[in-house]
């Protein structure tokens, strides 16, 4: 019986032994499945992130008020011009893309932007410019704390000396 035993053991031994080349063959399968899987994950999260496109805003001194004209075509929000009487800026025409992440603040025509959020755009976009308080959000605009619903080509005066 121990005999039968010992006679066993030598086919399990071979069986069990790695084979280098079987061994290298899944190695590289595996890696290849997990960069193609980074790959397809990383570029389908990136294009979720950014499909809707960044906040867009117009700065403009013209020879008027200053005034900020702001657009977002995805979400439908077009020619939103906020406008700034009594206030004065020296800069000219400047449209900026709020698409990638920046310290904050920043200096923007007429203010800064003290807060900027783009981990999925349009993302949170907050400035203070010529005395008021401009947060843009995907759902609402709020201005000095107050909250309201986007009106494309609406034109919004906002009084002197703000908040």
Sequence with gaps: MIRRQLDILPPLAKRSGVNSEFG??????????CAVFYLVSFYGIEHFRVRQGPWQITFSAGTGAPAIVINQPRLGIRNVKLIFPG??????TETIAFDYARAVPFNVPGGQCVFLDTISLPGNVTLQIHGHQIQLLPRALTLDHREQAWKSYAVIPLPAGGN
């Design 24 to 33: 290298l063959k899944h190695f590289f399968a595996v890696f290849a499945l």
């Design 87 to 92: 206030a004065t800026t020296t800069r000219a």
